[in-house]
């Protein structure tokens, strides 16, 4: 039985994949002696063996071509207490890195300071997918803090939220 050929809403698309919670990370490089990076919740794992993991961006993104040519970059698994890194990454035309504590990584990324995690990766594929990007990267080095109490910044239905206490259901 064939489903009839309607067009999907852009806007409607949107609002029913939003109901889909995604963590928040910042996707860094370091081009010419500059950090680059934007706000990311399309990451997810691909491989443990080898290890790869991706992201999709926007085939207009202003950042991603520098970090194409840099042929490398990190993930930063933002905490639930960075929301101001998350909409200042997130935002065009303006100096993402102002007030920014950061640090290099093993392969010279940019690591934010706060971070629960970061993922240090060389650029392994990349896929051309309507009006994106799907990249992917071999994890070369990690970091995972042992901050046990801290929460991950998570994103659903158009805004920040929380996860409930541990073991609550």
């Known amino acids: 039985m064939a489903l009839p050929s309607t067009a999907i809403e852009p806007l409607r698309f949107r609002e029913a994949l939003g109901h889909y919670a995604s963590g928040i990370t910042v996707i860094t490089s370091h081009i010419d002696d500059q950090p680059i990076g934007f706000t990311c919740q399309s990451f997810y794992s691909v491989s443990m063996n080898p290890p790869l993991v991706s992201f999709s961006v926007m085939s207009s993104s202003a950042s991603y071509p520098g970090i194409r040519q ?6 930063n ?7 101001g890194i998350s909409n200042q990454f997130a935002r065009r035309g303006t100096d993402k890195w102002h007030g920014v504590d950061w640090r290099n990584s093993p392969l010279g ?3 934010i300071a706060g971070s629960l995690h970061w993922l240090d990766c060389e650029i392994h594929a ?6 994106h990007l799907i990249v992917i990267g071999e994890v070369k080095a990690l970091n995972l803090q042992e901050a046990a109490a801290a929460q991950p910044l998570l994103y ?3 805004q920040y939220c929380n996860l409930a206490a541990p073991g609550a259901v």
Not at 77 to 83: A, N, T
Not at 126 to 131: L, M, T, W
């Open 126 to 131: 990349e896929h051309a997918a309507g009006d």
């Open 77 to 83: 698994i933002l905490s639930g207490e960075q929301i």
């Open 70 to 75: 840099a042929g490398r970059f990190a993930v």
């Open 109 to 111: 990324n940019p690591i």
């Open 156 to 158: 659903f239905r158009g």
